[in-house]
């Protein structure tokens, strides 16, 4: 198993691309193709208030030829950062989140990069992707433009998540320099705990990936707990299950991916 197609979504500014340089990386590793997509669109609010001041078509007008020529400058970027590969080009005149949800059917990984999003018409908020895009979603740190061949942490629980984020991770586990299986447990007993571990690590060895294990007698959080042990551990990707749930029409999330979405030091690979 390995990933044959990656998506990123393109800012128009090259420093907002660090993780397209890593999916790039990435290509080269696994001779994979790359995707990227621009996607943009007009806020709602600007066509309803647009008019006020200019014509309403002046208004859409400008609008519309401004994102035509963010759309341009985030071709640049793509091409200039994958150059000769194996690469194609998409673009929308959408929300970004709807356009990569739609276009991951042709995907195997999604690559975003951690940041702060302001404007959601025009930039990828990551924690929108992680519930809907039905793929594995890799978290670049905002300064890493790649992957390194360190260790790994696969942070584990034992949800439909954890079992599908492991088997979704086998690839970066494989080029992993370590990789180590990690559940926080406030259990005095951890028995339990530590035969779902052994479990975990012999499916990874029957797929190529030598994993040893540590169950942590938490007494705080869990997402503490977790992150303070890939310190120490060394790891430079972490690999989760996301978990949330609806409210408002927004999604919450537990704890643990709230707080690795928040992290900016190691990559993250996300599923659901």
Known sequence: MTYQSLLCHVSPTRERNRHLECAAALADEMSAHVIGLGAEMIPPLALSSGGA????GEWITALQSQIETNLVSSRKAFDEITGARDCEWRQAF???????IATARAADLILVRRQEVTDTYSELDPSQLLIGAGRPVLLCPPEMSSL???PALVAWKETRESRRAVLDALPLLRRAAGVLVVEASPNADLAPERARLADVCAFLERHGVRAGSDVI???GSSSQALIARAKTYGADLI???????TRLSEWVFGGVTRALLAQEQRFVLFSH
Not at 94 to 100: F, M, Q
Not at 239 to 245: E, I, N, Q
């Open 217 to 219: 007698r938490r007494e």
């Open 94 to 100: 959408c929300d970004p989140r709807t356009a990569i």
């Open 148 to 150: 390194p061949p360190g």
């Open 239 to 245: 690999v989760a299950g996301a978990y949330g749930r």
């Open 53 to 56: 001041y200019i014509g309403a």
